[in-house]
């Protein structure tokens, strides 16, 4: 079974709209095609994006405790280990999701921010477009 870690924005551009990859993911994760891996820095990462544009998405705080339920049910926690050296050096704040990808030994990071990202493959570390990753479950 695939195991990835998904970015923040694959997961708002799911709740945007259900006719992209992106929710095509997200509905994959739920019939329990692949494992995320989570942290829980992660999931609260998670919230707070939903959280703060729920009037604009139109959703509810319960539709968005529903959604992170469904992704803790279909995911692997991964706690961070301390004094991670940091690989990417434009945006440190993805710089959990390279840390959990390489420490879970998934070694796929899903996100619509290929080029910030970009630097974790020198870790081994594989970064897909939400299309790209879909194309592997679906092969």
Same mark, same amino acid.
């Given at each position: +079974?695939?195991?990835?870690? +998904? ?41 707070? @994006? ?22 803790? /049910? ?17 945006d440190?704040?993805?710089?959990p999701?390279?840390q ?7 070694? +796929? ?8 990202? @970009? ?15 879909? /194309?592997?479950?679906?092969?």
């Open positions: +079974m695939l195991r990835a870690v +998904m970015d923040t924005n694959v997961l708002v551009a799911a709740t945007r709209s259900n006719l992209g990859a992106s929710f095509g993911i997200l509905e994959a994760l739920r019939r329990g095609e692949w494992r995320c891996i989570l942290s829980n820095h992660l999931l609260l990462e998670y919230e707070e @994006q939903l959280l703060e544009i729920k009037d604009v998405l139109g959703v509810s705080v319960a539709d968005i405790d529903g959604t992170l339920t469904v992704i803790c /049910a279909h995911a692997e926690e991964q706690q961070l280990r301390p004094n991670w050296h940091p690989v990417l050096p434009t440190p704040d993805d710089e999701l390279v959990l990808a390489f420490e879970s030994g998934a070694g +796929m990071i899903v996100t619509h921010n290929v080029r910030h990202l @970009q630097a974790a493959e020198k870790l081994g570390i594989k970064i897909l477009l939400p299309r790209d990753f879909l /194309a592997r479950l679906r092969a």
